[in-house]
């Protein structure tokens, strides 16, 4: 009998034929009526859901409020289009986190939704 020595395992891999662009419009904020609403009546509330729901620390958003530029907000922004590939620069997210803060969140919100890809782990073990 002999044994076969296994130095690295394959590692898994996602192909992703989804769009490089947002999967809706900055202000789309209706798009998704119950989010929308949300966002509206208790901002904060929202923005500390949709960044648990993308793995970050719950409470984080909550250091926006003290600075000119949201840094938070901006930093899950870039964050997002660096995960999901989507083509952008820093400056449309600086703009649209300082200016457009609450339907940033909104499309933030849609997009990790729209994007909800389930991990399938496939065994690669030949017999």
């Not at 002999?2 to 989804?18: A, H």
């Not at 662009?21 to 923005?47: H, N, Q, R, V």
């Amino acid at each position: 009998m002999t044994s076969k020595l296994v130095l690295t395992q394959p590692l898994p891999s996602m192909v992703s034929q989804e769009s490089d662009e947002w999967g809706s419009g900055i202000c789309d904020c209706c798009d998704d009526l119950g989010m929308c609403c949300f966002a509206y009546w208790c901002f904060p509330c929202f923005t500390c859901y949709t960044t648990k729901e993308y793995g970050q620390c719950l409470c984080l958003p909550l250091l926006d409020y003290f600075g000119l530029i949201p840094p938070i907000s901006l930093s899950m922004r870039v964050s997002m289009r660096q995960r999901y590939g989507i083509k952008g620069t820093i400056c449309k997210d600086c703009l649209y986190s300082t200016f457009c803060t609450p339907c940033s969140w909104c499309q933030m919100s849609r997009e990790m939704r729209r994007r909800n890809i389930q991990v399938v782990l496939i065994n690669s073990k030949t017999t």
